[in-house]
C-alpha cells in the first residue's frame, strides 16, 4: 500500500498539470499554443538543460553509458517499429516516427524529477537529448520525406546540451547571478509542458481510436522491452535504468502530431495516436514506476 500511495505523489502532479490544460481549453479559455511551445523550446528548456548538467553531481561517466544505452535503446525501437509498420501495411510516413518517438519532453522530465529528484532529472535530460538529435534529423526526414541533417544544429536544445556537457566536462561553471538566471528561467519549464500537453490534448481532432489504442499498447509494450534491454546490456544502475525506460516508454508526443500535419502525412491519424497513448500512460506509467522504485 505504501508503494501505491508513492508512486500516486509521484505521477499525479504529472498528470493535475495536464488536466488543468486540458480544462483550460474546455472552458473556453484562450492558450496561444505556438508562443508557449516557442518559449519553452527556445528559451527555459535549453535553460532547464543546461543548468541541471552544469550543476548535476553524477559522475560524467555515468551519463556518458547511460547516453551510449539510449543511443543504442532508440536504434532497438526503429529497427522494431520499422518492422511493426511493414508487417502491418501502415504508410511509413505516418506511423513510423510516432511509434519510435515518445513525449520525454512534456511527461518524461517531470515523472524524472518527481521520482528520482535532481539525479533523475540530469539522467533524463541525456535521453530526451538523444531521443531529440534522433527526431530532428531521422523522424523529420521520414514524415517530410527527407529533410537536411543541418536542421538539428539550428535546435537550441541541442546547443544547450552540447554546452552544458563541455562545461560539466570540463568543471566549468557561469557567475552566481548568470545561473540563478537560468534557473528562474528553467523552473517554468516543466509546468509549461505539462499544461501544454493538456491543452494540446484537448485541441486533437481523433479518428480510429481503436486502432490506435492496439498501436499504443503495442509500442508501450515494444519500447519497454527494448529501454530494458539496453540498460541490462550496459549494466546501468537502478536510477539511470528506471529512467531509461520510462523516457522510452513515454506516450506519443505531440510534436509527432505537428510534424505530420506540416508534412502532409496523416495528422488524424497519429492525433489518435496522441490521444489513446497518453490516455493509456496514465495506468501504464504508475505500473512501470511500481516496479522499477
Same mark, same amino acid.
Given at each position: 500500500?505504501?508503494?501505491?500511495?508513492?508512486?500516486?505523489?509521484?505521477?499525479?502532479?504529472?498528470?493535475?498539470?495536464?488536466?488543468?490544460?486540458?480544462?483550460?481549453?474546455?472552458?473556453?479559455?484562450?492558450?496561444?499554443?505556438?508562443?508557449?511551445?516557442?518559449?519553452?523550446?527556445?528559451?527555459?528548456?535549453?535553460?532547464?538543460?543546461?543548468?541541471?548538467?552544469?550543476?548535476?553531481?553524477?559522475?560524467?561517466?555515468?551519463?556518458?553509458?547511460?547516453?551510449?544505452?539510449?543511443?543504442?535503446?532508440?536504434?532497438?525501437?526503429?529497427?522494431?517499429?520499422?518492422?511493426?509498420?511493414?508487417?502491418?501495411?501502415?504508410?511509413?510516413?505516418?506511423?513510423?516516427?510516432?511509434?519510435?518517438?515518445?513525449?520525454?519532453?512534456?511527461?518524461? $522530465?517531470?515523472? %524524472?524529477?518527481? @521520482?528520482?529528484?535532481?539525479?533523475?532529472?540530469?539522467? !533524463?535530460?541525456?535521453? *530526451? &537529448? /538523444?531521443?531529440?538529435?534522433?527526431?530532428?534529423?531521422?523522424?523529420?526526414?521520414?514524415?517530410?520525406?527527407?529533410g537536411?541533417?543541418?536542421?538539428?544544429?539550428?535546435?537550441?536544445?541541442?546547443?544547450?546540451?552540447?554546452?552544458?556537457?563541455?562545461?560539466?566536462?570540463?568543471?566549468?561553471?557561469?557567475?552566481?547571478?548568470?545561473?540563478?538566471?537560468?534557473d528562474?528561467?528553467?523552473?517554468?519549464?516543466?509546468?509549461?509542458?505539462?499544461?501544454?500537453?493538456?491543452?494540446?490534448?484537448?485541441?486533437?481532432?481523433?479518428?480510429?481510436?481503436?486502432?490506435?489504442?492496439?498501436?499504443?499498447?503495442?509500442?508501450?509494450? $515494444?519500447?519497454? %522491452?527494448?529501454? @530494458?534491454?539496453?540498460?541490462?546490456?550496459?549494466?546501468? !544502475?537502478?536510477?539511470? *535504468? &528506471? /529512467?531509461?525506460?520510462v523516457?522510452?516508454?513515454?506516450?506519443?508526443?505531440?510534436?509527432?502530431?505537428?510534424?505530420?500535419e506540416?508534412?502532409?502525412a496523416?495528422?488524424g491519424?497519429?492525433?489518435?495516436?496522441?490521444?489513446?497513448?497518453?490516455?493509456?500512460?496514465?495506468?501504464?506509467?504508475?505500473?512501470?514506476?511500481?516496479?522499477?522504485?
Amino acid at each position: 500500500m505504501h508503494l501505491v500511495f508513492t508512486v500516486l505523489e509521484i505521477v499525479s502532479p504529472v498528470f493535475f498539470l495536464a488536466v488543468i490544460g486540458f480544462v483550460w481549453v474546455k472552458t473556453g479559455h484562450d492558450y496561444r499554443l505556438e508562443f508557449v511551445t516557442r518559449l519553452a523550446m527556445t528559451l527555459s528548456i535549453p535553460a532547464l538543460i543546461f543548468t541541471a548538467l552544469v550543476e548535476t553531481e553524477i559522475d560524467p561517466a555515468a551519463l556518458t553509458t547511460l547516453c551510449f544505452a539510449s543511443i543504442v535503446a532508440y536504434a532497438g525501437v526503429t529497427v522494431a517499429a520499422w518492422i511493426a509498420v511493414k508487417v502491418m501495411h501502415l504508410d511509413f510516413r505516418t506511423y513510423l516516427a510516432p511509434i519510435t518517438f515518445g513525449n520525454t519532453g512534456n511527461l518524461g $522530465l517531470p515523472l %524524472a524529477l518527481f @521520482a528520482f529528484g535532481d539525479e533523475g532529472l540530469s539522467y !533524463a535530460i541525456i535521453v *530526451f &537529448a /538523444v531521443m531529440a538529435l534522433w527526431s530532428f534529423t531521422f523522424g523529420v526526414y521520414v514524415t517530410a520525406g527527407g529533410g537536411s541533417p543541418l536542421k538539428v544544429i539550428k535546435e537550441p536544445l541541442v546547443g544547450a546540451t552540447l554546452l552544458g556537457g563541455i562545461f560539466l566536462w570540463q568543471g566549468w561553471t557561469l557567475p552566481r547571478f548568470a545561473m540563478n538566471t537560468l534557473d528562474l528561467l528553467g523552473q517554468i519549464a516543466i509546468p509549461t509542458m505539462l499544461i501544454t500537453l493538456g491543452v494540446a490534448v484537448a485541441r486533437l481532432q481523433a479518428k480510429g481510436i481503436g486502432r490506435a489504442v492496439a498501436i499504443s499498447l503495442g509500442k508501450v509494450i $515494444l519500447c519497454t %522491452a527494448i529501454a @530494458a534491454t539496453a540498460g541490462a546490456a550496459f549494466n546501468l !544502475a537502478p536510477v539511470p *535504468f &528506471a /529512467v531509461l525506460v520510462v523516457q522510452v516508454a513515454t506516450p506519443v508526443a505531440v510534436t509527432s502530431y505537428m510534424l505530420a500535419e506540416k508534412y502532409g502525412a496523416d495528422s488524424g491519424a497519429v492525433a489518435s495516436l496522441v490521444v489513446a497513448s497518453t490516455l493509456l500512460s496514465v495506468a501504464y506509467l504508475p505500473l512501470i514506476l511500481g516496479f522499477l522504485i
